[in-house]
């Protein structure tokens, strides 16, 4: 169920960036359930305490998001870097990677202080809406559980154990095939250039 919480607060806070494509529904309190749980001091209350437990996964999952583009564009980059000389390379990528930390040190803390500002509008309306009181306190206590905080502090062990095997094994597989597509890219790059002017004879 934890798992299925967390998901659920990464697509609810990613749906502020998701409306900037799509336009809004005319009223947000309209297209609310009729069905919706009432609310009360307490509950927000509550609601608030779970936003609170779950700040670090939504700073987690806004940082993930600041950096996506960064990403994408440093991946880009790696393929563009194998057509320079090779003696350029080194210097290219430290200066790209300096690009790019810099542009995740400034956007990060954008995007992280806007996703907390934005999670009791958001995620806490829903669990407002969609819980009831005693539902949210049944949650608390699944959250704060010591063993549900020793699964989540070892998500990063988890990833990693996984991760470094994955790679060691699929490796070989997958290497071949990313060259076939860097190499396809390449080809088809150079085919769409204009070809260089033929020199006028004197």
């Known amino acids: 169920m934890t798992q299925r919480f967390v998901l659920a607060l990464a697509l609810a806070a990613a749906v502020p960036a998701m409306a900037q494509k799509a336009p809004a529904p005319a009223s947000a309190a309209a297209s609310a359930p009729a069905a919706a749980a009432p609310s009360s001091p307490a509950k ?14 939504i700073e987690n999952m806004a940082r993930q998001l600041a950096e996506q583009p960064a990403v994408m564009l440093m991946q880009q980059a790696a393929m563009a870097l194998q057509r320079l000389p090779a003696d350029k390379r080194e ?15 400034e956007a990060t803390p954008i995007v992280r202080d806007r996703a907390v500002k934005l999670a ?6 829903l ?8 539902e949210l306190k049944q ?3 699944m959250l704060e559980s010591p063993v549900n905080r020793k699964f989540q502090s070892m998500n990063g062990d988890l990833q990693r154990a996984l991760g470094e095997k994955l790679v060691a094994e699929t490796k070989p597989l997958v290497e071949p095939k990313v060259k076939a597509l860097e190499q396809s890219v390449r080809k088809r790059f150079e085919a769409a250039a204009p070809a260089a002017p033929a020199s006028t004879p004197k």
Not at 46 to 57: E, M, N, R, S, T
Not at 127 to 134: G, H, N, W
């Open 44 to 57: 927000k209350a509550l609601v608030a305490k779970i936003l609170q437990i779950q700040q670090p996964a």
């Open 91 to 105: 210097a290219m990528a430290k200066s790209l990677q300096a690009d790019a930390k810099k542009y995740a040190d």
């Open 120 to 125: 009791p509008s958001t995620i806490g309306a």
């Open 139 to 141: 949650l608390i206590t």
């Open 127 to 134: 669990l407002e809406q969609r819980f009831s009181e005693d």
